[in-house]
């Protein structure tokens, strides 16, 4: 490798450059040159050749111009001493009759990331915003770019920012672009370019004009700016509506989101955009680069959150092909589970019972997830399905089964009695500790139903000794404890065996405490026990909100088409175009509102309403209102309340669970009318406010939200009769 | 969107130490906000992520992005540090494979390194501060030769499409003889399930374009009603419609929305006039019965029926039928009824060629291979049957084109030529084992 004796060839090249035979020769010369850059390109050291490379320069020859060009660049930051001499060569090219040449130089000179270059560079840029060749403005343009970033903490050049701004008008419409590009990274600090009215109108109707690159930059760049009135955002829309189908997909989903941003304010129009783009949309989830479909498919999965019907026909073109990487496979996964409707919901899990013998382990337990979430509506084909693949005896997919069946029975509770006699009737049990645990956690649940459950715990706790694995031993002991609760007699001695064995022999010293925790509470009686370790489970009459919701779009708009949705995570939302205009300006004393934030899960909002204590209870003036549900959602959405879940129709008790947000604090809130237990409810609601973090100033704002949601209420159920 | 490198990476195996690592090939640093050692993360969480079997093309160290493409054995990686807009940055990766496609017939290591004095001067001009510039691999072949290092001093004017309004096509290109050859490419796309029913279909169609004429002449295309009926949409008059039509740059959209024409000045050259997709259910060209039958520990057997389910009078040419069979077989013994049969071991495939395979015909081959005596413990997929084949003179869609316009001010004659062909994409027919 050319490591070794790098000396060696440096010095042999720094001998051919300077004879004046090799220089005479121009071929030769030239020979030697690629030869410096292919060294380079290769890792090794060639900076000490920097003089003879400099006098290279002076050639008519454009090639190896750009190759001595090259080099310098590369170079220029450890050796500014020495670049500053070619420097007087680059300005001698910006004056050269041939604009590629001029162009070329400026380029090049603007690429020395060195100090001081911004007092040689300054004059030949300017001129270059003058050229008449629209290849040397495009490249001066990007040149103030390069010239400020060199010099980040200096004073903003004013008469650059106008002559740039002034330029947006040049007929050329890469250099309108790079304009944009260049004062988007100039004025940085201040919020980024300005799109004034004038500004936006004029690159609306240069936008046929422009490559598909540019399109989805500026489309980004108008995402800043606010129409003054419905007359103008409908103008705007209009002349952006061929964009939304263009053959690119990355300008049809740049213009979806512009589309969205700007009609905000009508619903109606973002329902017709995203119906007319769901074809292109679909359309990039077939298309021929893996990457552009996985692209494509998070796409589809943000619009999904707000109009979940809106690929229900289209299903089929959501099956995975053979050879598509994994990536593509789980997000497909992840929408077919969405899309399942009565119509389509033996296809789809027929698709998906022939992933689970998929060759790819992870590929098989997603998609015996999957089977796991169609199952919390349509149980009765899963479980057929989920119990069949028991029957594989593969450790792997029993594994995922099982777990399945955990998340099952804890969400959709009437399936209880089906997984246990599963269960029961499974003879091979999981080898890996996550499915260990889920199957302990079965066995401890629901011991009551699987006659053969005490033996196979037995199992487990005579095998204690060689179990690595300690979430495995706590579940156990979780598990040995409420079976011990429902069949004392079966379970007393190995329970009795366990926590010796935790507690006299155990290293971890969690499984220890635990243990010793489970042996006092079992000393203050049984009763004692059971009302600590048997506590509320899943509220069954949550079970009508396995459907998910439609999101607002504003929820993920903001997050549309950019890294966030693909990487998977929030990333910082620091979207260009986004930061400057949408950010709220906050005054000096903090306004306190509700805002919706993002959506809680089912779990969390359960969790959190166990863990939380009640912060008030009140008892309010009137009834429940009897408006359908998703009216009394819509107006609730409205003063920023999102819904989690309703009791249907006029079930007794009737109860809501309601939450909302604002500045840090979390307010969740249940409703409820006509229990028993609760005093005053049957003529009225009664609402309960949990708060995490606890803030006692946005109770009363709560309640002041909680009339306004009255009035809107009556206001929109008069406005439907 | 903001790249601050392009690299182009090829990855190194080291068979004796079961490691891989990486060697940059090319790398091009366009802002300098990212440190160049950063790539070295990116082939960390590549081999992390391979292992976990979560690859994931958009991957994250601290607050440098990767976004990368695989093209053969090479990983060309856009770094950013921006949430930027991702199919973006993929439609420029794929641009660069384009274009350097373009340059030197095939995108590799070899071809790479044999002209890297071209891949940077192309990534010198494709690319500015992060920002694509010229594109256009048509307008880069007029400034950026592979003849470069020939050394032609005449060769430094200034092409005319750097700053040509008509940006697809420069002017004075002259040929002896004018003509366009117009090729209407329908490919038909496939899934079957080990049932026998058809899981999904459609047809990606695609009118490409060789233009081969002096001048700026405007064209204009005329297609059959049916299919400007389902252009357009118009849903009373037809049962087809098509989805997601694109049309190349050049076209006129404002007057085919007007009054249906498509008119337009061609790019000189090889270029794909409009593409279209219509999701329908086609009758599978070529139908695949198959029994695979597998005897552990002593044989696999392999009967295939394909049936050709087009026009008696069409013929399906170079067709392959792709069977797979278990990586341990040995011993192919093969009979066909026509054609010849090979077995890929390598891919763990036999392929049946079939040269000419006339509509209406049903044809038979029966396959026979060992099994090792000692199990195989390896889970093995079980991939499809795919196909190959195409039909020339026919379209599934019915798109006809009835005339081809040519007009250009010094009124030459040209001759338009059209040729229709039906090939198979993505032709998939699960099976049973």
Known sequence: ?721 | MINDYIFILKAVCHTLTQTSSHQVLICRNYKGDVDMSEIDHFFTLLMQQEEEGLLCPVMSHGNVHFLWIKHSNLYLVATTNKNSNASLVYSFLYKLVEVFTEYFKELEEESIQDNFVVVYELLDELMDFGFPQTTDSKILQEYITQQGNKLEVAKTKVPTTVTNAVSWRSEGIRYKKNEVFIDVIESINVLVNANGSVMSSDIVGSIKLKTMLSGMPELRLGLNDRMLFALTGDKGKTTVTMEDVKFHQCVRLSRFESDRTISFIPPDGESELMSYRINTHVKPLIWIESVIEKFSHSRVEIMVKAKGQFKKQSVANNVEIRVPVPSDADSPKFKTSTGHAKYVPEKNLVVWSIKSFPGGKELLMRAHFCLPSVENHETEGRPPITVKFEIPYFTVSGIQVRYMKIIEKSGYQALPWVRYITQSGDYQLRTNT
């Open chain 1, 1 to 721: 490798m050319p490591y070794l004796g790098s000396e060696e060839v440096v010095k042999e090249l720094r001998r051919a450059l300077s004879n004046p035979n090799v220089q005479a020769d121009r071929l030769r010369y030239k020979n030697y040159i690629t030869k410096v850059i292919r060294y380079m390109t290769q890792g090794l050291d060639v900076s000490a050749l920097f003089m003879d490379m400099v006098k290279a320069s002076a050639t008519v020859d454009i090639v190896q111009k750009k190759l001595v060009y090259l080099y310098m660049c590369t170079y220029a930051s450890d050796k500014p001493d020495l670049a500053l001499l070619a420097i007087n060569t680059l300005r001698k090219d910006c004056a050269d009759p041939n604009p590629m040449v001029r162009g070329l130089a400026l380029r090049n000179m603007c690429n020395f990331r060195m100090p001081g270059m911004t007092e040689y560079i300054e004059q030949p840029i300017v001129a270059g915003l003058r050229d008449k060749a629209s290849y040397v403005r495009r490249v001066a343009v990007l040149g103030c770019a390069k010239m400020h970033s060199l010099q980040p903490n200096t004073e903003i050049d004013g008469t650059i920012v106008n002559e740039l701004y002034a330029l947006l008008r040049d007929p050329d419409p890469v250099v309108v672009v790079n304009c944009l590009r260049a004062l988007e990274e100039i004025l940085k600090d201040e919020g980024g370019v300005v799109i004034n009215k004038p500004i936006a109108h004029h690159l609306l109707n240069r936008m046929k004009d422009l490559d598909s690159w540019a399109q989805s930059e500026v489309l980004t760049f108008l995402l800043r700016y606010r129409p003054r009135s419905d007359d103008e955002l409908f103008d705007i829309l209009s002349l952006l509506d061929a964009f939304l189908l263009s053959s690119h997909a990355h300008v049809a989903v740049a213009t979806l989101r512009l589309f969205l941003h700007l009609a905000s304010a009508h619903p109606t129009v973002q329902a017709d955009a995203l119906l007319r783009t769901s074809a292109p949309l679909l359309a990039t989830c077939g298309a021929a680069s893996r990457e552009l479909r996985f692209a494509g498919l998070c796409h589809v999965q943000q619009v999904m959150r707000s109009q979940p019907g809106l690929f229900g026909t289209h299903y089929k073109r959501f099956f995975c092909g053979y050879s598509e990487p994994s990536y593509i496979k789980f997000r497909k996964m992840e929408i077919l589970v969405e899309l399942v409707n009565d119509e389509n919901v033996a296809l789809v899990l027929e698709e998906l019972r022939s992933y689970c013998t998929d060759v790819s382990p992870e590929l098989a337990q997603a998609a015996i997830a999957a089977i796991g979430r169609i199952a919390r509506t349509y149980s009765e084909k899963c479980l057929d399905i989920l119990t069949g693949l028991l029957g594989l005896k593969q450790d792997h997919i029993t594994s995922a089964v099982i777990q399945t069946f955990r998340d099952l029975v804890w969400f959709c509770p009437q399936s209880t009695a089906a997984v246990c006699q599963t269960v029961g009737a499974c003879v091979d049990s999981p080898q890996d500790s996550e499915g260990k645990q889920a199957l302990l956690w079965l066995l401890g649940e629901h011991g009551d139903q699987i006659s053969s459950a005490p033996y196979v715990m037995e199992g487990y706790i005579d095998g204690l000794k060689t179990e690595l694995s300690s979430a495995v031993k706590m579940e156990l002991l979780t598990a040995a404890v409420k079976m011990f609760l429902c069949r004392p007699a079966e379970t007393q001695d190995m329970l009795g065996r366990l926590l010796h064995y935790c507690i006299e022999e155990e290293s971890d010293v969690c499984v220890r405490d635990r243990a010793l925790l489970y042996y006092r509470l079992l000393q203050r009686g049984v009763e004692e026990t059971r009302k600590v370790v048997t506590g509320p489970k899943s509220d069954p009459s949550m079970s009508v909100l396995t459907g998910r919701q439609e999101e607002p779009i504003s929820e993920w708009d903001s997050t549309f088409n950019t890294l966030g949705p693909l990487a998977g995570c929030d990333l910082c939302p620091q979207t260009a175009a986004t930061s400057a205009a949408d950010q709220p300006s906050y005054d000096a004393e903090e306004e306190i509102s509700l805002s919706l934030g993002p959506p809680l899960s089912h779990e969390t909002f359960e969790k959190m309403w166990l863990d939380l204590e009640t912060l008030h209870r009140q008892t309010l003036g009137f009834p429940r209102p009897r408006a359908a549900p998703d009216t009394l959602q819509a107006a609730l959405q409205l003063v920023k309340i999102q819904t989690l879940a309703f009791t249907p129709g006029d079930t007794v008790p009737w109860k809501a669970y309601i939450y909302t947000r604002s500045t840090e604090t979390l307010i969740l809130a249940e409703l409820l009318q006509g229990d028993q237990q609760a005093p005053g409810s049957d003529e009225s609601l009664v609402v309960s406010v949990k708060q995490q973090p606890v803030n006692h100033m946005l109770l009363n704002l709560f309640f002041f939200f909680f009339a306004l949601y009255d009035i809107s209420l009556l206001t929109s159920t008069c406005m439907l009769q």
